[in-house]
């Protein structure tokens, strides 16, 4: 017969000390069910979100057994999110090619001969015949990247961008962007225009930062989110991981996320998609495991975030990504394509939601654009 019997008592239910009991041969055994992921996590919960975590915290979250940051990025997420609700964003390359950067995983860089030919800006026409389709198929937020390393100099085709973001804004979705480095002044413009979010990925660590991208610094993205959080737009933020980093590089990315001024309203996790002809054509693809880390350790330090399983999500199957969700990851990019690599089959995502149970999120907007899109919504 097996019993268990506390042995010691915390003001923390999770950090209980138990002893197992085997009354045929005296057998005795002690465990601990504290961890950092279940100690973290309910003070999350308990003392709402905070920027001040140490690089020592956020490892010993990112260490802790697979299973119970599972758990306990499960419990802060349905503490913070309607559990069930996964929005369905598209990401559509605007601009494609010719970029004079030099980040070893892109295939749009100029300096890699992957096969992927330079295009100009699309028209007003494609894009918006882009963001309906996306609409109709469930999409609630419509991305635009745009193969750039910054916005200087590009004024006409800035200003066309302001007005795709109007447009697509008057649909009832929310608008994001993802056009490169940004100043002050074009930040405030694209929130005039009524952009949403801008994406600006930091990609991976300060320290493993220039083994990737030598074009911009680490810096300058920073900088760049400053300018996008100080004219009142949401910030999408987060990184890619499969890049040959050490995990410690991981929980860098994650350190620095979480203790911006405010956490980023996006924190997308991509796994890499190598590309042949990129320096990093030859990496070994990420594993399920090191997603689930990142998904709960982003969920637990930054609990109201929308957690984004980005790039990379074609590899995994469907039970695969259920853990993803059930990790914290309440966001997914719906489309063939994220800008010029394969995406997963509309098809195959919605027998996911079916499946899964999965809610379709509603996109977040004022009051009166609320409105519009309950009333187009139920004319539709």
């Known amino acids: 017969m097996f019993w268990l019997r506390p042995i010691l008592r915390s003001h923390s239910r999770s950090s209980s000390l138990w002893v197992l009991h085997h009354s045929s041969n005296g057998y005795c055994s002690s465990f601990s069910t504290s961890s950092a992921a279940a100690i973290h996590a309910e003070k999350t919960i308990n003392q709402g979100p905070r920027n001040d975590w140490t690089k020592d915290e956020v490892k010993s979250i990112y260490d802790s057994p697979i299973l119970d940051l599972l758990f306990h990025g499960a419990q802060v997420h349905r503490h913070a999110h309607n ?11 605007v601009k494609t090619g010719g970029c004079s950067e030099d980040c070893s995983y892109c295939p749009q860089s100029s300096r890699y001969d992957t096969g992927l030919k330079g295009q100009r800006l699309l028209n007003k026409d494609a894009v918006l015949q ?26 006409t085709n800035f200003n066309q961008i302001l007005e795709y973001v109007k447009e697509i804004k008057g649909m009832g979705m929310e608008v994001c962007c993802t056009l490169g480095m940004l100043d002050k002044d074009q930040a405030g413009e ?3 225009a009524g952009l949403t979010a801008y994406n600006h990925n930091l990609d991976t660590s300060r320290e493993y930062y220039p083994n990737i991208i030598t074009t911009r610094t680490y810096d300058e993205r920073l900088q760049t989110l400053e300018f996008v959080r100080d004219a009142g737009i949401n910030v999408c933020s987060g990184g890619i991981i499969g890049l040959g980093e050490a995990e410690e590089d991981r929980i860098g990315l994650l350190h620095t996320l ?39 350790t982003a969920r637990i330090t930054m609990p109201k975030a929308m957690v984004r399983l980005s790039a990379g999500r074609v590899r995994f199957s469907m039970p695969e990504q259920a853990l993803c969700f059930l990790a914290g990851a309440n966001s997914i990019f719906a489309g063939e394509k994220l800008l010029t690599t ?39």
């Open 83 to 93: 559990f069930r609700e996964v929005q369905q964003c598209t990401l559509l390359s």
């Open 130 to 155: 882009a963001a309906t389709k996306a609409k109709e198929a469930g999409s609630t937020r419509f991305c635009m990247g745009a193969a750039w390393r910054d916005t200087i100099g590009r004024k």
């Open 190 to 192: 694209l929130k005039k």
């Open 258 to 296: 979480s203790t911006l001024p405010s956490h980023p309203e996006s924190v997308p996790i991509n796994a890499l998609v190598a590309v042949k002809g990129t320096p990093l054509e030859d990496q070994k693809p990420v594993e399920i495991w090191e997603m689930i880390r990142m998904i709960a």
């Open 342 to 380: 394969a995406n997963n089959d509309f098809d195959a995502d919605q027998l996911m939601f079916k499946v899964l149970g999965l809610l379709p999120k509603a996109p977040s907007l004022n009051e009166d654009e609320a409105e519009d899109f309950k009333e187009a919504a139920s004319s539709s």
